[in-house]
């Protein structure tokens, strides 16, 4: 018999052991390169030590209001430095950061503020009437509303009139306001590790939007992980195209302090800029989504800069990139990393990890390979693709369509207030994506389709039953269904099949289709707009249930979207 000894009988101690948190990184980056650039916005220049310095202020301020563990704190702005900062500033006072999507509407915001019961609400003063407009929205739905404290950014990008109307309300500025914080503040990490970080919502396919809970563990590893697997070495130049409030920026605003980056911040994205920031800063890694891009390939010669003066990484992810956008990508000396991943797995969790192998193929060979979505992020303890009814996996033969499942500590906490959805996301003891997909013999997965009729327009997910609930509540509409379209720009667009009430008239269609969507425009997000209307009777099965799955090919055989009408 073999002897057992006491080996895993040595405890915890607080020498040993300590909670995983990002926030580690940033108190690093201070003291082993204090004076090394931290973020760069326009005049805006500031080193490592000034970063740590501003979020502990930042911390500190907040503490002094009694926000800490608990509370939530939103920020509602573009890619700016207040931004970036509260990545850091809001977990160290313990309290939880809810990065806005700055293009919601106010209802949308309303609704996500009072989910999560805001206590400030930090918001940029380009946006700040959107605020004003979701908190009077918020105060007259809810019985229990409380006047969460309110923050100004002000921003020498933008007019001075959004500035001053502000203030004229009585809000601090957010300069002020991290005067009045300690830049010595001790923070204490969290006790926890599994203690919520970050809270992001995401509408899925829901009536209403889901509150994604992430932990300080897992913004940790996959912090790290991201940095793994693009092989970003220390002092990389990050261009903030992708918006900090996308999944945390895919968890990058937490990588950088742990290479000693530097967050170049960009506040509108265009190919010039790109390309400019390039030139200009030396950019080495930026994320963004195919429809970017798409732009970038496709930038007047005027307003681009090549050959490329190094090399520049690049990341995409959001619906699959055309082959054709890859290709012409790395023809102009981009190297790009496909990925994939959702919200409830901290952004991308797949990559499509380059074989050198493939290095001697036909170029469109290699287009082809790259558009897939992969293989696991370093921190996704489990993937795979399996039968939805018996959750055995798929045979890996490329054709066998499955849903795609995740394990691990990529997998988010859960959704806020929301058992249900719990309980079904869990479900077998995996995180059910609801993609649909392949599996090749060398274990890449590979999307086919997307279960519960998501559209990803560009990176961001779009619900049809919320285009098409919008759709319902308008006086000429009967039925309608809502289905992705090929898009030459965003990749996917809705396209909504319509039809009328008896008696509406359709003597003038172009003026018929801009009156539906100006209404859309008043009930829901701009990208969530229609890009193509198709006036007709729906297919439907004998149960009278839409058939999407023809409504989806008669989108397909249309074509890449061109015009806004279209007649089945």
Not at 47 to 65: D, E, G, M
Not at 182 to 205: F, H, R, V
């Amino acid at each position: 018999m073999v002897a057992k000894h006491d080996i895993d009988d040595l405890p915890k101690n607080t020498a040993n052991y300590t909670a995983l948190t990002p926030l580690w990184f940033l108190q690093r980056a201070a003291q082993v390169h204090p004076t090394r650039k931290s973020v760069i916005h326009g005049s805006r220049h500031y080193t490592w030590h000034h970063t740590y310095q501003r979020c502990r202020r930042f911390a500190s301020a907040l503490s002094k209001l009694s926000v800490g563990p608990g509370n939530t704190v939103a920020v509602i702005a573009p890619n700016i430095p207040a931004l970036y900062e509260a990545h850091f500033g809001i977990p160290m006072a313990g309290a939880v950061l809810n990065p806005v999507n700055i293009r919601l509407n106010a209802a949308t915001i309303a609704f996500l503020l009072g989910h999560c019961t805001a206590s400030v609400i930090i918001v940029d003063q380009e946006y700040f009437l959107l605020a004003e407009e979701a908190l009077k929205i918020w105060s007259e739905k809810s019985e229990t509303f409380k006047s969460p404290i309110l923050i100004v950014i002000g921003d020498e990008n933008c007019e001075p009139e959004s500035l001053r109307y502000a203030l004229s309300k009585g809000v601090v500025e957010y300069e002020d306001f991290l005067q009045s914080g300690d830049p010595e503040y001790d923070w204490k990490p969290p006790e926890d590790e599994w203690q919520s970080i970050a809270l992001g919502y995401t509408s899925g396919t829901t009536a209403s939007p889901k509150g994604v809970v992430l932990h300080h563990r897992g913004a940790y590893l996959m912090a790290l992980s991201g940095a793994l697997i693009w092989g970003m070495n220390e002092g990389a130049v990050y261009l903030w195209t992708l918006p900090m409030f996308h999944c945390n920026g895919w968890c990058y605003t937490w990588t950088l302090p742990a290479i000693f980056g530097t967050n170049i911040c960009l506040r509108q994205v265009s190919a010039k800029a790109v390309y400019e920031a390039i030139a200009k800063y030396k950019v080495t890694h930026f994320c963004a989504a195919p429809v970017v891009l798409n732009s970038i390939v496709n930038a007047p010669a005027e307003e681009t800069i090549l050959p490329l003066p190094h090399v520049v990484h690049v990341n995409t992810a959001g619906a699959a990139p055309p082959p054709s956008v890859l290709s012409g990508m790395t023809e102009l000396g981009f190297r790009v990393t496909h990925t994939y991943g959702l919200s409830e797995t901290y952004g991308p969790s797949v990559y499509c990890a380059w074989k050198p192998e493939w290095d001697s193929l036909p170029r469109e060979s290699q287009a082809r390979l790259h558009s897939r979505q992969g293989v696991r992020y370093i921190a996704l303890e489990g993937l795979d693709v399996v039968n939805t009814k018996t959750m055995q996996p798929v045979p890996a033969d490329g054709k066998t369509v499955g849903e795609i499942v995740m394990r691990g500590n990529a997998v988010m906490k859960g959704y806020l207030k929301n058992p249900k959805a719990n309980e079904e996301s869990f479900a077998n003891g995996w995180y059910h994506s609801g993609d649909l997909a392949v599996k090749h013999p060398d274990g890449y997965i590979e999307i086919k389709d997307r279960s519960k009729d998501i559209i990803i327009s560009g990176a961001e997910n779009i619900s049809s039953v919320e285009v098409e609930n919008a759709l319902y509540s308008h006086p000429a509409i009967l039925e309608t269904s809502v289905v992705a379209r090929p898009d030459e720009k965003w990749g996917e667009s809705p396209c909504a099949f319509v039809t009328l009430k008896p008696g509406v008239d359709r003597s003038n269609e172009q003026r018929l289709v801009e009156d539906i969507l100006n209404f859309c425009r008043s009930k829901i997000p701009a990208y969530w707009v229609p890009k193509s209307v198709v006036f007709g009777p729906l297919p439907k099965t004998a149960t009278g249930k839409v058939q999407k799955h023809v409504l989806r090919a008669k989108a397909k055989e249309m074509g890449p979207i061109k015009n806004k009408i279209s007649k089945l």
